[in-house]
T-cell receptor, first 113, second 114 residues
């Protein structure tokens, strides 16, 4: 049973426009969320995170929004750049002691020049 | 600072052969994870070590898979015998538990079993 879901396998956006990547979760006990970015032939790298005590966290062009009542979070990239083309994973700490990260299946973002 | 180092980067082997993947975590990190990425299942946790001790291996697919961490700077994931369905990218990741939830991944080992 997937606890973290990314329902859009892919997304194409024009350069300069906003990219919005979505993530839903089922476990109301999740209190922290992370976004990872992955380029081909590389490992995932940490991008941005948010705690459940906040509803927004911003870092440069990247903003993550959290809607706890809807169990939904989104990553906004503004403006999108061709170098942002990658697979984006949403993740949440889970398991006893929250030791592991449970990942969504990822959304492949393509930013078209 | 060096990141998580994995070897080999690519491995092609015949069905039935033993495969050993290696990982050197970031110095000072006390948690180590092995993840597997496939198209169907995405990123799934295979096993987690804390202070060199296996804590949770419930994600290990079957007895053909085994993992060890003999010391704080080295871990192996072994598949014996390998099967075509084991073809995937295997990631090692590490974390310093006291500094939060972020884990740091290696570049992965791409395994193809023919």
């Amino acid at each position: 049973d997937q606890q973290v879901k990314q329902n859009s396998p892919s997304l194409s956006v024009q350069e300069g426009r906003i990219s919005i990547l979505n993530c839903d979760y089922t476990n109301s006990m999740f209190d922290y969320f992370l976004w990872y970015k992955k380029y081909p032939a590389e490992g995932p790298t940490f991008l941005i995170s948010i705690s459940s005590i906040k509803d927004k966290n911003e870092d440069g062009r990247f903003t993550v929004f959290l809607n706890k009542s809807a169990k939904h979070l989104s990553l906004h990239i503004v403006p999108s750049q061709p170098g942002d083309s990658a697979v984006y994973f949403c993740a949440a700490p889970s398991g006893a002691g929250s030791y592991q990260l449970t990942f969504g299946k990822g959304t492949k973002l393509s930013v078209i020049p | 600072d060096a990141g998580v180092i994995q070897s080999p980067r690519h491995e092609v082997t015949e069905m039935g052969q033993e495969v050993t993947l290696r990982c050197k975590p970031i110095s000072g990190h006390n948690s180590l994870f092995w993840y597997r990425q496939t198209m169907m299942r995405g990123l799934e946790l295979l096993i987690y070590f804390n202070n060199n001790v296996p804590i949770d291996d419930s994600g290990m697919p079957e007895d053909r898979f085994s993992a060890k961490m003999p010391n704080a700077s080295f871990s192996t994931l072994k598949i014996q015998p390998s099967e075509p369905r084991d073809s995937a990218v295997y990631f090692c990741a590490s974390r310093r538990r006291t500094t939060g939830n972020t884990i740091y991944f290696g570049e992965g080992s791409w395994l193809t079993v023919v």
